[in-house]
């Protein structure tokens, strides 16, 4: 009598579980499809909605400032940092010079195609990328969409308003380089 009067209880319980309705989880809205423009005012992905993207599978969110940059001015959580000129410039891309100065236009540039992308940027995400104004995004952004990546400018990080926003302290600064 006990092993049925426990038999029909926990039938009772899984009768009971499966019947039992959770409220629906909210759906993730699409990722937009990428614009060919590289501004950021073109982009579906701004730093007003950058939140609706952090932390999805397939998208990563790349900060493009320097470390000091990330250190004193803040960063955003759930963003992976690759900063340009300390490492991507000469790197990804020699920038073409316009009056000896380097520039941001990507038609100057070299790309350096013996570059490791895929260590960098594997194949088959979204990646948003963001800096201080959006200028380095954009060119990044050029020379990722050539290459066949589905890419966002998102703009400068002193438009993001959001939660997820840490503040630097303002005051590091990197160590000079050794003399020789």
């Known amino acids: 009598m006990k092993r049925t009067t426990l038999f ?23 990722v937009p499809a990428p614009v060919a423009s590289a501004a950021a005012k ?31 001015g803040g960063y955003i959580i ?6 340009f000129f300390q490492f991507l410039d000469g790197r990804i891309a020699t920038r073409g010079k316009v009056d000896g100065k380097d520039s941001w236009d990507v ?45 966002f400018n998102a703009g400068g990080f002193k438009d993001y308003k959001g939660p997820k926003k840490v503040l630097g302290d303002g005051v590091y600064a990197l160590p000079a380089p050794a003399a020789h």
Do not use: H, Q, W
């Open 8 to 30: 029909a209880a926990l039938a009772a319980i899984a009768l009971l579980a499966g019947c039992a309705t959770t409220a629906p989880s909210a759906a993730l809205a699409p």
């Open 42 to 72: 073109d982009s579906p992905i701004t730093m007003a909605n950058l939140d609706d993207f952090l932390g999805r599978p397939g998208v990563v969110v790349v900060d493009l400032r320097n470390f000091e940059d990330r250190f004193n």
């Open 78 to 83: 759930g963003t992976e940092a690759l900063p």
């Open 107 to 151: 038609n100057l540039a070299k790309v350096n195609d013996g570059f490791a992308f895929a260590n960098y940027f594997p194949a088959g995400n979204t990646y948003v990328l963001f800096c201080a104004s959006g200028t380095r995004a954009a060119f990044v952004k050029t020379i990722l969409d050539a290459k066949g990546y589905s890419t």
